[in-house]
Nanobody, 116 residues
């Protein structure tokens, strides 16, 4: 059994910063990719950033230059540093992991609200 546990969401003013963390635990041999998706009310879930095992990172165009994703492979943890936050970044952020031989897993989601 695999679990992804997220932390770090909350309320922040426009222009502010937040850092999300997600730790994977369980019977994990290796993680091919870890990252973040988000879903705003009334919208489909969309990719925010994903880091592969070769440390190649893909970002959504809307967050490039503002968000930075990173991984700690030894800790099976992925982070998302979010700077210069905008109201349109408001969403539930979901951690994602593509785990070797086990498939795709999702965290429970953490709310990020950007509002003055």
């Amino acid at each position: 059994q695999v679990q992804l546990v997220e932390s770090g969401g909350g309320l922040v003013q426009p222009g502010g910063s937040l850092r999300l963390s997600c730790a994977a635990s369980g019977s994990i041999l290796s993680i091919n990719a870890m990252g973040w998706y988000r879903q705003a009310p009334g919208k489909q879930r969309e990719l925010v950033a994903v880091v592969t095992c070769s440390v190649r990172t893909t970002y959504a165009d809307s967050v490039k230059g503002r968000f930075t994703a990173s991984r700690d492979t030894a800790k099976n943890t992925v982070y998302l540093q979010m700077n210069s936050l905008k109201p349109e970044d408001t969403a539930v952020y979901y951690c994602y992991a593509d785990i070797l031989r086990l498939g795709n897993y999702w965290g429970q989601g953490t709310q990020v609200t950007v509002s003055s």
